[in-house]
């Protein structure tokens, strides 16, 4: 295949990336959307391998085969609740190509005959550090945001005085060394994994610190840094195709960030850099939880009986317990009843954006029935009763009544503007921020204390009997 | 209101498309901004294309766009197949791995998810 030919297939599948993304922004045309995506990039790696230069058939086939079965086995067996770490896996695996697509062009033959030409152009260099950069702080950072979703034993939330100014430290000698990168082309390789390294420390530090509840954010900010790395890696290659793709994901995960963020009402700074400000409220747990009741299951579906509208708000909770399958008998049951059943969703419920609606549609759950947090909010005083499944801190009054509240302004779901409320939560335990919830002492609030999953299905039993 | 936005997407497709095309092989400073504009250009396209997704496709388009990410691919091929030494075709063998299990993988899951979704007549 001709130079040429092979850019012009790249301009193919830049166009089919394109027109692939914009099919994945309705659920109509989502699947189609990925199989454009799909279609794309076999495109480029087809006339990729069509190229001239390229000899070494037999690694490449071993290297694709290993990858594409790993990946298949990966993305077929995991758990639609493990959903977040495949994720921030997959991310990691991106970015680290990255910094070794860059490293390989550090240590191969057309630097080495640029260097000896004298004619490395800056240009060129700037991105393969930034490649490194961006590519190494994606490996490590998705690593640890792995290890964290997966609950692994060995790692903790650390954080520790001074880390900002680690942190600070890192960035500065990684850029530092990335200019010396720039400006010593002959020990460039030397510089290169030096920074790669203080890189993925960086990656480590800064993920660390951040807790579940953040946990939506940093996948999405990774996924933008995951494009952003391969679109430097097209300018290291001076790949068009690399860098439109690249540039994209970048856009895409940089618009993910800024919903999350919006959606807890907090600064992307504040959510990397700063841990929840803590205190504000004066009220102790006793005071807040002096007039809790708690209900029962035959309690709760007595009430059903009697209620036209129902809603379900569902959280990270629900994603432990397993209990979408649960809800999904229920709502059956409900609709079968002509009981309207309608889910509310917070942005940042559970670990990734749109976990819960992922969860739900695995259940097989309707998703005309999974409502934005302002429709729900808008049509609160309509609804009889109201399910929170697992949630808390997307509940809790505080953030819109108490001004000094660690999550004072953050959009909540207005389940307290319900005529009843029932919580099915394991205990009065506090959510990520750390609060009490008000919520859980309102005078139409009830406890369901328990396991989600057995607390839903107890609930369906009750009322199927009635 | 739509259809601004559709003719907005035109636009911006159709000038990346052509930036695209106009890139020459040689280096130099002006070939860096003609690389700079496609990633600009590019960066507003996605900004325009994403904005108005439904939050129930959320995670199916993290992980699509994350196998769309995984384009390097293309680069770690390029790293790997041509004859660059042995150093250089480790590091673009393990990264040709890599690059794979994250595009095979994203798109794979991404379809299992995306197949899930439906509304019931």
Request: charged fraction near 15%.
């Amino acid at each position: 295949m001709t130079p040429d030919l092979i850019d012009l297939s790249y301009l193919l599948a830049a166009a089919l990336f394109i027109i692939g993304l914009k099919g994945l922004t309705k659920p109509r045309t989502a699947v189609r959307g990925n199989l454009m995506g799909a279609l794309a990039m076999f495109i480029a790696v087809a006339a990729t391998m069509l190229h001239q230069d390229i000899i070494g058939w037999k690694g490449l086939l071993i290297a694709i085969g290993i990858g594409a079965f790993a990946g298949t086995v990966l993305a077929l067996k995991i758990e639609m609740t493990a959903m977040p770490q495949l994720v921030a896996l997959f991310n990691g695996l991106g970015g680290g190509a990255s910094v070794l697509v860059a490293g390989a062009f550090l240590a191969g033959k057309e630097f080495s005959a640029r260097v000896a030409s004298e004619s490395c152009f800056a240009d060129v260099l700037t991105a393969t550090a930034a490649s490194g950069l961006i590519g190494a702080v994606t490996l490590s950072g998705s690593l640890v945001a792995f290890a964290k979703l997966q609950e692994l034993k060995f790692i903790k939330d650390v954080s520790f005085p001074g880390q900002k100014l680690l942190n600070l430290g890192l960035t500065v000698s990684a850029i530092g060394l990335g200019w010396l990168l720039v400006s010593q082309p002959e020990h460039a390789q030397l510089w290169y994994w030096l920074m790669s390294g203080l890189a993925v420390g960086l990656g480590i530090l800064l993920v660390i610190s951040i807790g579940g509840a953040d946990m939506p954010v940093v996948i999405a900010l990774l996924n933008s840094y995951s494009g952003l790395a391969a679109s430097a890696t097209g300018f290291v290659l001076n790949n068009n195709l690399l860098i439109i793709a690249g540039a994209l994901v970048g856009a895409s995960g940089l618009i993910l960030t800024r919903i999350m963020c919006d959606a807890m009402n907090r600064s992307l700074w504040a959510v990397l850099f700063g841990t929840m400000q803590s205190g504000g409220s004066s009220l102790s747990d006793e005071e807040v939880y002096t007039s809790v009741k708690s209900t029962s299951a035959d309690e709760v579906a007595m009430m059903l009986e009697v209620s036209q509208s129902v809603l379900i708000v569902p959280g990270y909770g629900m994603a432990v317990a397993q209990a979408q399958h649960a809800v999904r008998d229920l709502t059956n049951l409900l609709l079968n009843r002509d009981v309207d059943v309608q889910f509310g969703i917070h942005p940042v419920a559970g670990r990734m954006p749109g976990h819960m609606n992922v969860l739900l549609a695995e259940a097989d759950i309707d998703y005309d029935r999974l409502k934005e947090m302002d429709e729900v909010n808008s049509m609160m005083d309509q609804i009889d009763v109201a399910i929170v499944l697992g949630a808390n801190d997307v509940v809790n009054p505080l953030a819109r009544t108490d001004p000094n509240s660690p999550i004072a302004g953050m959009p909540i779901i207005d389940v307290d503007k319900a005529r009843t409320v029932i919580v099915v939560k394991r205990s009065l335990s506090p959510g990520f921020a750390g609060i009490a919830n008000p919520l859980f002492a309102a005078d139409n609030a009830l406890m369901l204390f328990g396991d989600g999953k057995k607390a839903i299905s107890e609930i369906t039993k009750a009322f199927d009997d009635a | 209101m739509l259809s601004s936005t559709l003719a907005v997407q035109d636009a911006v497709a159709k000038t990346v498309a052509a930036a695209a095309e106009n890139v020459p092989q040689s280096g130099g400073a002006a070939h860096l901004i003609l690389l700079l504009t496609v990633f600009v250009l590019a960066i507003f396209l996605g900004v325009e294309i994403i904005t108005k997704i439904p939050p129930t496709l959320h995670t199916p388009l993290m992980s699509g766009s994350n196998a769309i990410s995984g384009i390097t691919l293309v680069g770690a091929v390029l790293a790997t197949g041509a004859d660059n030494g042995t150093w250089a075709s480790i590091l673009g063998f393990a990264a040709v791995v890599f690059a794979t299990m994250n595009v095979v993988g994203g798109f794979v899951v991404t379809n299992r998810m995306l197949a899930m979704f439906r509304t019931k007549k």
